[in-house]
Every structure is written in C-alpha cells, then in structure tokens.
C-alpha cells in the first residue's frame, strides 16, 4: 500500500511480478530445477501477456488488411470511373456522328429533291445576336463561288438567300428575318401572296406571316403548301417554304392573311445547301 492506504499502481504491481518471474526463472536455470510452482507463477504471469500480445498483433495485422482492402476499393473504383468516363466520350462521339450523319442524309435528300440546280453544302459557323437565325455566317465564300443572292436551303426548303460574301464565308438572311420579304404561292392554286419575316411571332408561335393572297373561292385551307413564287426577282421558284397554319380575310374583303410554319428548322441549324444559280441571270 501507499501513504494514502492505497494499493500499488499496476504498472508498479506488473513491473514487481515481472521480476520476481524473470528471478524465479533464472534460479530454475541455475539450478536445474524445474518444480511446478515456477512453471505456475510463470504461466500465471506470461500466459496473459502472451495472449495480450497476441491479440494487440491480430488487430494491427486486421488493420492492415483491412487498410490494404480499402487502397483497393479505391484503386478498382478509380479504373472503373475511368471506364465509364472513357465510355460516355465514345458514346458522345457516337452520337455527334450520327447527328452528322442524319443531317448529311437529309441535304443529300434535299439535294435530290432539287437536282435540277447544282448545290454545295456549307457548315454554320456563326448566328445573330437572337435565339433563332434569322441571320448566319456559312463557312464558304467566294472562293468557293458563293454569290450575294443565291438561295440557301436546309430541312426540306427554303432557309434565305445570301446578302454578303467574304473569300471564305457569307452572310445569309433567313426568311424569319423582320426584314425578309419573300414573292410566294400557294401550291395547289398558284395564287401569290408576300411572306414576311416576323421574331415576335417565331418567339411566341413557331410561325411567319403571309398577306395579300386572292383567295375568292375559299381554297385555301390550314396545311396548303406554300412555295417560292416565279415572279421572285431573287427567289428561285418552286422552292418550299412551309405550311399555311392560319388564314384570315382582310378587312378589305378581298384579299386574305395568315400564318405559315417554316419547313426549316430555325433554331438548330448546322449544315446548308447553297444553289449555285441565281435568278436574275439563271446562271
């Protein structure tokens, strides 16, 4: 005990018994004599620590197994993110191609559709400032004998027609434009009529205009197809504009206005064919 009426500290207790063993086993190896008792004490004192030390091992050695699992985990889950981010590349790539591909098919079906005019693919590279392409830039230019007002089209019809020429790009001018006016006709009649650009009601409804039709029998109806007019100055005839949607008599009783759905796709152009004539000279 200590001055407090205390047992020893166990460290203190241990280090005695440690002693008192290691004294006992060396009177045994002295003097040859390996009694019971000594082997008792001795297995009463070392057993325990020897399990304790074994135990502490067991744990360190779990440890590092465990620890070597999770470097593992995290190496196998590493390859495996390499994988998938490597496969989702391949299948963007896929993709983008076959978007390419589609949109190749269709200008080389538009082109049939329109063999009769020699045409020449551009790409877009550039758009106006608004959310539709009213207005773009074409990656062909003069070098390429592109010409200020020949015709652009894409997505089964009419796109614009070009307005400037640079040696390796154009301008062209999409009939969305505010500024657009293109001579038209409905198809199954032949009547003439002017479709106008219009971004407000592109934004709010898909759709341009259409005035002045002469339309006294009441042919004309919701679907009619409306193309490019041969009284064009510009416009190369018979090319398809889209689709009349709605159609209304002017206050004038005798002529008509309306709505037509573009054929082309205004908001997600990439790719264009460009008639290589123009209309004033046919050349």
């Not at 500290?9 to 280090?15: F, Q």
């Not at 360190?60 to 981010?85: C, F, M, P, Y």
């Not at 434009?177 to 199954?188: E, R």
Request: hydrophobic share 35%; aromatic share 8%; net charge negative.
């Amino acid at each position: 005990m200590n001055r407090k009426g205390n047992f020893l500290p166990s460290k203190y207790l241990l280090i005695i018994l440690s002693v008192v063993c290691i004294m006992l086993l060396f009177t045994s190896y002295a003097t040859g004599y390996s009694g019971e008792p000594f082997r008792s004490i001795a297995n009463y004192i070392f057993v325990p620590m020897q399990e304790g030390l074994d135990y502490v091992g067991n744990v360190i050695s779990i440890s590092s197994n465990d620890t070597k699992t999770k470097e593992q985990l995290i190496a196998e889950n590493e390859r495996l993110q390499q994988q998938v981010d490597e496969l989702s590349n391949q299948l963007t790539q896929t993709r983008l191609q076959q978007s390419e591909l589609d949109t190749l098919q269709e200008l080389y079906s538009l082109s049939q559709t329109y063999s009769d005019y020699k045409t020449t693919g551009a790409h877009v590279i550039a758009k106006g400032t608004s959310n539709w392409f009213n207005t773009f830039t074409i990656d062909k230019g003069s070098a390429d004998g592109i010409k200020v007002n020949m015709n652009v089209i894409a997505s089964g019809g009419l796109v614009g027609i070009v307005t400037e020429v640079g040696k390796n790009y154009a301008i062209v001018q999409s009939i969305i434009d505010d500024t657009s006016n293109v001579s038209t006709m409905m198809l199954s009649t032949s009547d003439n009529c002017i479709t106008s650009g219009n971004l407000e009601t592109m934004t709010d409804s898909g759709c341009i205009k259409f005035s002045g039709l002469s339309d006294p029998d009441g042919k004309i109806n919701a679907g009619e197809s409306v193309v490019t007019s041969n009284i064009s100055s510009k416009y190369i005839p018979g090319l398809l504009v889209g689709y009349v949607t709605t159609i209304t008599d002017d206050g004038n009783n005798l002529t008509k206005s309306g709505t037509i759905t573009p054929v082309a796709d205004f908001k997600h152009l990439q790719d264009v064919l460009v008639i290589m004539q123009l209309k004033e000279t046919g050349k």
